[in-house]
Nanobody, 115 residues
Framework: QVQLVESGGGLVQPGGSLRLSCAAS????????MAWYRQAPGKQRELVAG???????NYADSVKGRFTISRGNAKNTVYLQMNSLKPEDTAVYYC?????????WGQGTQVTVSS
């Protein structure tokens, strides 16, 4: 089994910053791609940013230039630095990891951007 635990969510004012973290534990051989998704109320879950094991990255157009995804040296952690946050970034953010045994999800962490 693989567990993903997210942290770092919270309430922030527009224009502020937050850093999300996700740590993988359990029976892990190799984690290939990792990603952050988000789901706002009444909307479908959407990809925010992804990163490969070789550190290639991709971003949703709505967050380009504001968010940065990165991985720890052990490749079992992933971070999302979120700057210049907007109210429309409000959502539950989920960590995702792809292993040869399948895809795994974290429990989600709430990010609320409001004045």
């Amino acid at each position: 089994q693989v567990q993903l635990v997210e942290s770092g969510g919270g309430l922030v004012q527009p224009g502020g910053s937050l850093r999300l973290s996700c740590a993988a534990s359990g029976t892990i051989f190799t984690i290939n791609n990792m990603a952050w998704y988000r789901q706002a109320p009444g909307k479908q879950r959407e990809l925010v940013a992804g990163i490969t094991r070789g550190d290639s990255t991709n971003y949703a157009d709505s967050v380009k230039g504001r968010f940065t995804i990165s991985r720890g040296n052990a490749k079992n952690t992933v971070y999302l630095q979120m700057n210049s946050l907007k109210p429309e970034d409000t959502a539950v953010y989920y960590c995702n990891a792809e292993l040869i045994t399948g895809r795994y999800w974290g429990q989600g962490t709430q990010v609320t951007v409001s004045s």
